[in-house]
C-alpha cells in the first residue's frame, strides 16, 4: 500500500509537505505560552544577539525581508521594548537596531524555546539525515532567489 504523502508516481509531494509544515509549526509556535515574540521578532533578536547594533538592511538581508518588510517587524519589536532604532553615527540616512535590556532577557528565553523546537524537529533522525535536510532546505534559497523587485509589495 503506498504512502498517502506519495503520488501514484512515487514522487514526494514536496510543495505540499513544505507548506503544511511550515504553517504547521508557525502555529504551533505562536500557541506557546512562554512564547513572548513571533517567530520573525525571535529572529531579530538572534541577530541583535549575535552583533547588537546592525544595520537595519543588514538585519533584513538575514532575514529574507525587504526595506518595508524590516522595517515593520522593527517597529513592532520597538513597540514591545525589546529593541530600539538608532540613526547611524555616520550615515544620517542609515538605522541601526540595538537590543534593549528587555530584549536581551527575551532573546535568552527565546533561545531555550528554539533549542526545545529544534530537539522536536530532529527527534527520530539520525544527524546525517538532518544535515541532509538542512543542505536541501539551504538549495532551495539557491535555487529561488529573492526577487528584489517585488520588496516594495512586502
Known sequence: MRNKLESK???????????VAQRRLQRWMAAQPQNEVTPAQAGLLFILGKQ???????????????????????????????????????????WRVFLTPKGRTVLAQAKANAAEVNAALTEGFTSAEIDVVARWL???????????SRDSEE
Do not use: C, N, W
Not at 508516481?9 to 507548506?19: D, N, P, T, W
Not at 525587504?66 to 517597529?75: E, F, Q, R, T
Open 9 to 19: 508516481a512515487g514522487h514526494h509531494r514536496l510543495i505540499y509537505l513544505l507548506s
Open 52 to 94: 547588537d547594533g546592525v544595520l537595519m538592511g543588514e538585519a533584513g538581508a538575514a532575514l529574507d525581508l525587504g526595506p518595508a518588510g524590516i522595517s515593520g517587524l522593527v517597529d513592532r519589536t520597538a513597540a514591545v521594548k525589546l529593541v530600539e532604532r538608532r540613526a547611524d553615527s555616520e550615515d544620517g540616512r542609515a
Open 138 to 148: 539551504a538549495s532551495i534559497q539557491d535555487k529561488f532567489p529573492r526577487d528584489f
